[in-house]
T-cell receptor, first 113, second 114 residues
Framework: NAGVTQTPKFRVLKTGQSMTLLCAQDMNHEYMYWYRQDPGMGLRLIHYSVGEGTTAKGEVPDGYNVSRLKKQNFLLGLESAAPSQTSVYFC????????????FGDGTRLSIL | QQQVKQSPQSLIVQKGGIPIINCAYENTAFDYFPWYQQFPGKGPALLIAIRPDVSEKKEGRFTISFNKSAKQFSLHIMDSQPGDSATYFCAVRRGLLSARQLTFGSGTQLTVLP
């Protein structure tokens, strides 16, 4: 029972490089979310999806793109990484029923040099 | 615009003590108030949650107190244990039209000393 799996777990990039973070869930959840977690700032929503083929902007979407081509996968892309994007990124998914919790992966620690 | 303010930032208690973490919010449209617990190297996990039509909810040693008129809610951990040492986040949720998005507080790092 894997739940929400994030890959990679760690990554170091140079400024200007691009990369894609993968989130996969095996719970058949409709909703998926990408957050970033920075010290003293809690978790901030980057983008989210309410179903396959849909995406929407969250609180801090600038510099990121997302895609949800398959229901179980939610990809977060950085086209041109900047040091300000150094953070821990969390993916979450949720069943489309009232008051169901968000289930989080264990995060991707990303450093931009 | 900070929609939920959490305090304190860190908290140290002795085993058996009752740490209390507080959150305050502004928007009365929020309809769900969860607390998440996060251990180092792991993602947050739902601990307990409350709806605004009740003033208190208990699950085991964890209690949420909710004050709708003051727009505040708090987490109490009874008989705290070293295993409760973690970071705790409160959150507020908007309704269905916003995909039930959660807005998180800034977190409280709790240390329970043996």
């Amino acid at each position: 029972n894997a739940g929400v799996t994030q890959t990679p777990k760690f990554r170091v990039l140079k400024t200007g490089q691009s990369m894609t973070l993968l989130c996969a869930q095996d719970m058949n959840h409709e909703y998926m979310y990408w957050y970033r977690q920075d010290p003293g700032m809690g978790l901030r929503l980057i983008h989210y999806s309410v179903g396959e083929g849909t995406t929407a902007k969250g609180e801090v979407p600038d510099g990121y793109n997302v895609s949800r081509l398959k229901k179980q996968n939610f990809l977060l892309g950085l086209e041109s990484a900047a040091p300000s994007q150094t953070s821990v990124y969390f993916c979450a998914s949720r069943e489309d029923r009232t008051n169901q919790p968000q289930h989080f992966g264990d995060g991707t620690r990303l450093s931009i040099l | 615009q900070q929609q939920v303010k959490q305090s304190p930032q860190s908290l140290i208690v002795q085993k058996g003590g009752i740490p209390i973490i507080n959150c305050a919010y502004e928007n009365t449209a929020f309809d769900y108030f969860p607390w998440y617990q996060q251990f180092p190297g792991k993602g947050p996990a739902l601990l307990i949650a409350i709806r605004p039509d009740v003033s208190e909810k208990k699950e085991g040693r964890f209690t949420i107190s909710f004050n709708k008129s003051a727009k505040q809610f708090s987490l109490h951990i009874m008989d705290s244990q070293p295993g409760d040492s973690a970071t705790y986040f409160c959150a507020v949720r908007r309704g269905l039209l916003s995909a039930r998005q959660l807005t998180f507080g800034s977190g409280t790092q709790l240390t329970v000393l043996p």
